[in-house]
């Protein structure tokens, strides 16, 4: 629902009166409805399985029930770039490839009747332009929400819905795919749109009412790690691919500070439990 008009001119006014806080300020919505589900699912998550874990003790009924389930970890399909896929994980990328053109559409029609930003002496195909290019940089907040699901090992999600994180690594090598290519295409669409409209100097504003260009900018030059990603590189010349990875930790910081608090808000589970499992398996 968030990126319709539903969300933003009904939701939206009435949950921020009922939700905004001395403790989370103007954030008590966004902690609602982006961060709270997936914490909520994890924490349950765990205990499902471990009372699942409990409960099948008994083989006849772990076995009925494996026989029942097996259809959904049968292989549909063997590709080169994403390999043996099952049915349970080809159901998840139909969902979430329809929850990205969805939302990309939605954004954009909300935007094009009644929410459309308007500069001074900028003409409206170009405002239409600058907001493409801003919904580009939205749809690429939500791969970031997912991103760090696969490869949180000792996360309770995935085995939830019947994944393990071995074979969704690829998924997460994907999920970096598509956002880097969002984010890049943002980038550019901006620049395009200041060069247009002679804001030039907006590349060079750290702080502004909403966003800080510099640190998008800066979150870009580290997403230098993108290309050491790419196939042949962690395959030929893995430790160059191991360190560039470790930029992950200042391009999210960079990231933070281009966003804002409310679009972190929308991948902080990920990144807590990707933590909390990293400093498990170091410790």
């Known amino acids: 629902m968030l990126p319709t008009k539903t969300h933003e001119d009904k939701w939206t006014p009435n949950l921020q009166m009922k939700l905004n806080s001395t403790y989370f300020e103007g954030q008590g919505i966004n902690l609602l409805l982006l961060t709270f589900p ?14 699942r874990k409990k409960s099948e003790k008994s083989y006849t009924k772990s076995a009925s029930k494996t026989e029942r389930l097996a259809f959904l970890r049968r292989p549909v399909l063997v590709m080169p770039t994403l390999g043996i896929v099952t049915l349970t994980e080809l159901a998840f990328v139909a969902m979430f490839i329809a929850l990205l053109i969805w939302s990309l ?53 995935l085995p939830l819905v019947g994944l393990t994180s071995e074979s969704s690594i690829k998924y997460h090598i994907w999920l970096g795919h598509i956002s880097n290519l969002l984010f890049l295409l943002h980038t550019i669409g901006f620049i395009i749109y200041w060069g247009i409209t002679h804001q030039m100097s907006q590349m060079l504003q750290w702080s502004s009412p909403r966003v800080s260009n510099v640190a998008g900018e800066i979150a870009m030059v580290l997403a230098a790690m993108w290309i050491t990603s790419f196939r042949p590189i962690p395959r030929k010349m893995f430790e160059v691919f191991f360190h560039t990875h470790q930029l992950y930790a200042l391009y999210i910081i960079f990231y933070v500070l281009h966003v804002g608090a409310a679009y972190f808000c929308m991948i902080i589970p990920g990144i807590f439990l990707f933590v909390i499992d990293h400093d498990g398996l170091c410790g």
């Not at 997936?38 to 009372?51: K, R, S, T, W």
């Not at 500069?119 to 409206?124: C, F, G, L, R, Y």
């Not at 239409?128 to 929400?145: D, E, H, P, Q, T």
């Open 38 to 51: 997936i914490m909520f699912i994890a924490a349950f998550g765990c205990v499902y399985l471990h009372l």
């Open 105 to 157: 559409g939605n954004y954009i029609y909300t935007s094009y009747n009644g929410h459309l930003h308007m500069d001074k002496e900028v003409e409206v195909w170009q405002a239409k332009f600058r907001s493409v290019s801003l919904r580009l940089g939205y749809v690429g907040n939500i791969c970031w929400a997912f991103l760090f699901f696969p490869v949180t090992r000792g996360s309770s999600i």
